[in-house]
């Protein structure tokens, strides 16, 4: 009598744990994250190494480090790419948000993790707010020190970046950044150092919000056009249209703007001087481009501050676009997908506005 209640026992155990492991699997948000190589999937030989390689660490080397991730979330991995970011290339960022777009189609999906490296996050995350069309969290990832370092940042930033995006609060508020505890818009994030781990900062609108081992606070919205609110769209395209980005700096070569267009660019992005600013022969230059029909947009080389419209330079009347709070390099991102269509000079300015 005994070992058959003893048996029964065993077998309602066993149903209590498997019924619950169902619930609990099925109550987990399902995070994808998507892995493209960088630092925080760098390896160097040393703990005090400034030298390594980037992407040499495996997703699910990168998750094993984090075991508590696993209580957030029920993760999934798919490596997209593995390289760092000074090699991203446009061809990766449209495979990236081809297989985002099917992801976010996907009512399993909660949430997509990027693990990006920091030297061009801020093109990739800004160019995903444009075309991927969606309210779940996308949230970028990336860490300062390679995996093997004294004081990896990576892991952390990982945990908090999963975190954010299993969060029903990140809905809605486009690309995020998740790193060393704060969180960005892609609209407004720049990186300002080239080793700090606070190596991300938004200037002037400031951070989204906070996130501390997985405690999230939330301050605003992105008060530009992002996701769901964007017309903007890569969907069937393989190449964007070419798009310079030329310094500006004293007594600058307006040759490089001539040699641009004869070299095919669709569009031009001045990292001007100041407000957009540049001497009157690369202006004269501009111009010349612009009765081409290349479109140039003035941006500014300085770290802070919006360049406006007919301030200095008279756009109407030598045909240029004012890069408004875009910086370079996310002004040639706007650029090369607004590019995608034929388009007049105001509406493209009217973006710059909103995007
Ligand atoms: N060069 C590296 C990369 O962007 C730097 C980093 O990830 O922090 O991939």
Redesign the pocket.
Known sequence: MKTIIQKFRNMFTILLMVASAIVWGQTKPVIVILAT????A?AAGSGVQSGYT??QVTIDAMVNAVPDITKLATIKGEQISN????D?SFEIMLKLAKRIKELAADKNVSGIVIT??????EETAYFLNLVTHTSKPIVLV???RPSTAVSADGPLNLYNAVSVAADPNAKDRGVLLVMNDWIHSAQTLTKVSTTAVQ?FMSPIRGLIGTSAYGVNEYYRYPHNRYGMKSELSVDGVTALPRVDIIYGDADMPADLIDASVANGAKGIVIAGVGNGNMNKASLDACARASKKGVVVVRSTRVATGNVGRNVEVDDDKLGLVASYDLNPQKARILLSVALLKPRKLDEIQTMFYEY
Do not use: A, P, Y
């Open positions: 190589g960088g630092t925080i760098g980037s992407g390289v760092g970011s000074q991203m990006h490296g920091t030297d061009t996050m990336g860490s300062m190596t």
